[in-house]
């Protein structure tokens, strides 16, 4: 075919049209980008507690590595991690690389709105709770303060997170006499440690998809005194509309600010006025 017959594919223009060029977008935190992309279908460690929604896998650094996980029982247990079916290695991968391979080794995570406690949803449809003795179960189906779990991140361990129930104790993972002679340790795992150390540690990983990008916003300062008066408006349904409020010294909540215990200060605040109607 001749060239005076050959279409020509480009973009339509008008004389005397100026030529516009287009933005390209960058990235705030390449590394950031880099990271979501590369692990958009798998797992990733929790890095803030803004991560923690949805699906999460708790693993414990044991011999051999474990995962917290429920069974057919209801019974809250540790299960060994399993190398993928697609891996060629049968040994078990290392906490780092280590990802479910069952549905009954990842929990549900839902924050409890106006707080900093959460719930954990097992693969059975009922909530991991805790007694004031601290044996652990996940066979409950509604939620109450048993239920209630408060995350404490350690920044210096790759994902590392500690459970507090609302009693104030953490769950913890402890070996155990094997029943039958011969066959291997056990773990029991149980809530009522009062300070955080190896056995109180786990690894906490989510679904990358989740995980949300924090956003450059301008916070605005609320002033202790204030916040007080705001939710204890919030929380308190008698006296007239006239809101009670504390007389202790404003100082203790700002120094339960400082220990990330603030909304439990507050709570112990109103229900010493009985102003909380959520209080008995």
């Known amino acids: 075919?001749?060239?005076?017959?050959?279409?020509?594919?480009?973009?339509?223009?008008?004389?005397?049209?100026?030529?516009?060029?287009?933005?390209?977008?960058?990235?705030?935190?390449?590394?950031?980008?880099?990271?979501?992309?590369?692990?958009?279908?798998?797992?990733v460690h929790v890095k803030s507690l803004s991560d923690l929604g949805g699906p999460i896998f708790l693993t414990f650094?044991?011999?051999?590595?474990?995962?917290?996980?429920?069974?057919?029982?209801?019974?809250?247990?540790?299960?060994?991690?399993?190398?993928?079916?697609?891996?060629?290695?049968?040994?078990?991968?290392?906490?780092?690389?280590?990802?479910?391979?069952?549905?009954?080794?990842?929990?549900?995570v839902t924050m409890i709105p106006d707080s900093d406690r959460m719930t954990l949803k097992a693969s059975n449809g009922r909530y991991l709770s805790s007694d004031k003795f601290g044996i652990v179960s996940a066979d409950t189906e509604a939620i109450g303060m048993q239920e209630e779990w408060t995350a404490i991140l350690k920044p210096e361990e790759n994902g590392g997170?500690?459970?507090?129930?609302?009693?104030?104790?953490f769950l913890s993972v402890d070996e155990v006499a094997a029943e039958r002679p011969g066959s291997s340790l056990g773990f029991q795992i149980r809530a009522d440690s009062e300070v955080i150390g190896f056995c109180e540690l786990f690894q906490a990983k989510i679904q990358a998809k989740y995980r949300k990008k924090a956003k450059k916003t301008k916070e605005v300062q609320i002033?202790?005194?204030?916040?007080?008066?705001?939710?204890?408006?919030?929380?308190?349904?008698?006296?007239?509309?006239?809101?009670?409020?504390?007389?202790?010294?404003?100082?203790?909540?700002?120094?339960?600010?400082?220990?990330?215990?603030?909304?439990?200060?507050?709570?112990d605040r109103r229900e010493k006025v009985k102003s909380d109607r959520y209080c008995k």
């Open 61 to 108: 650094s044991s011999d051999p590595p474990t995962s917290l996980s429920v069974d057919d029982k209801s019974k809250v247990i540790m299960r060994p991690i399993e190398s993928d079916s697609s891996s060629s290695s049968s040994s078990a991968p290392s906490l780092d690389q280590a990802e479910p391979t069952a549905v009954q080794q990842v929990f549900v």
């Open 161 to 169: 997170i500690a459970l507090q129930s609302h009693y104030g104790k």
């Open 1 to 43: 075919m001749s060239d005076d017959y050959k279409v020509n594919k480009s973009k339509l223009s008008f004389k005397g049209e100026s030529k516009t060029k287009k933005k390209k977008r960058k990235a705030e935190n390449p590394a950031d980008e880099e990271d979501t992309n590369a692990n958009a279908d798998g797992w």
């Open 223 to 267: 002033a202790t005194k204030d916040y007080e008066l705001e939710q204890s408006r919030k929380f308190q349904t008698w006296n007239h509309g006239r809101v009670v409020v504390s007389e202790r010294d404003i100082r203790e909540l700002d120094k339960a600010k400082k220990q990330g215990r603030f909304s439990e200060a507050l709570l």
